[in-house]
């Protein structure tokens, strides 16, 4: 298979990536963000908080902290121990989850791809979205081999340092691609972690050109990942798909090049085509 060329990225968003709301607004409720504050202190640290732990990681008094978990216990979204007296997230929160899986075309498009290509090369196969500096998986397929059983669907990594995440910035504009960095914690997760912002745009330049990209040790030591993106009809990111492989089982001569084709021809069956095919 020919190696497929990422179009010239456009400069500015299309009408698909969606325009950041103001939080100054007078539509803004500023409660939701309170009781969102209340969830998202439950961030995998610890499973239980107690009402003061909530309170310090929210920055809450007692008092709202407890109103705040009160409101979300009866509503059924955090559980109470009733000997401990401290919090942990409720199953209900997964209603979220399994709305978003079941209600979006992008998953319901690439789920049978993916299931394929899975059978196909008997290795981790996903399907991610970017959300502004990470990548968030949304559809994973494990086999008998997979590398890392703690990366389920939800699990998010940054974008500058994955192959899903560089293959959804090669289809950005630059001032897109500055500007992602710009706000980028660009941590050294291994020794192989690029974290040079010149490095890093250099790579995307080398990844348009061949269309996917390939990452070895740059998040997980041991992990070996090939990408591509699913574009929109303009050439825009609106996904990725990976196979990762464990460094056990890679011999490069054999699966770059063939890994590397199959991941371009997946996402190009899943990508809506461009207006003017249509």
């Known amino acids: 298979m020919a190696t497929q060329k990422i179009s010239k990225p456009r400069a500015k968003a299309s009408s698909d990536d969606a325009t950041p709301l103001s939080t100054e607004s007078t539509l803004y409720v500023q409660s939701v963000e309170k009781a969102m504050k209340v969830?998202?202190?439950?961030?995998?640290?610890?499973?239980?908080?107690?009402?003061?732990?909530?309170?310090?990681?929210?920055?809450f008094d007692i008092s709202a902290a407890q109103r705040f978990t009160y409101t979300l216990a009866a509503l059924g979204y955090l559980l109470k121990d009733t000997q401990s007296k401290k919090y942990e997230?409720?199953?209900?929160l997964l209603d979220f989850t399994y709305h978003y899986l079941v209600s979006n075309e992008l998953?319901?498009?690439?789920?049978?791809?993916?299931?394929?290509?899975?059978?196909?090369?008997?290795?981790?196969?996903?399907?991610?979205?970017?959300?502004?500096?990470?990548?968030?998986?949304?559809?994973?397929?494990?086999?008998?081999?997979?590398?890392?059983?703690n990366v389920i669907v939800g699990s998010r990594l940054p974008a500058y340092c994955t192959?899903?995440?560089?293959?959804?910035?090669?289809?950005?504009?630059?001032?897109?691609?500055?500007?992602i960095l710009a706000r980028t914690n660009l941590v050294?997760?291994?020794p192989s972690t690029l974290t040079n912002v010149r490095k890093i745009k250099e790579r995307i330049a080398r990844i348009r050109k061949v269309g996917y990209s390939h990452t070895e040790d740059e998040y997980f030591m041991g992990d070996i990942?090939?990408?591509?993106?699913?574009?929109?009809?303009?050439?825009?990111?609106?996904?990725?798909?990976?196979?990762?492989v464990?460094?056990?089982?890679?011999?490069?001569?054999?699966?770059?090049?063939?890994f590397a084709d199959l991941v371009l021809s997946t996402a190009s069956a899943i990508s809506v085509r461009r207006r003017q095919e249509i």
């Open 163 to 179: 192959a899903p995440g560089l293959a959804m910035l090669a289809t950005l504009g630059d001032d897109e691609v500055d500007d």
């Open 107 to 149: 998953v319901s498009r690439a789920a049978p791809y993916l299931q394929q290509l899975a059978a196909e090369v008997e290795e981790a196969t996903n399907l991610t979205v970017r959300l502004d500096t990470d990548i968030v998986f949304v559809l994973r397929i494990v086999s008998r081999n997979v590398f890392n059983a």
């Open 89 to 92: 997230l409720s199953p209900k």
């Open 39 to 59: 969830l998202t202190a439950f961030d995998g640290s610890k499973r239980h908080l107690s009402l003061s732990e909530i309170a310090a990681a929210t920055g």
């Open 225 to 244: 990942s090939t990408a591509a993106a699913v574009t929109n009809q303009d050439g825009r990111a609106i996904g990725a798909i990976n196979i990762a």
């Open 246 to 258: 464990p460094r056990v089982r890679w011999q490069a001569e054999r699966d770059e090049r063939r």
């Open 188 to 190: 050294a997760y291994t």
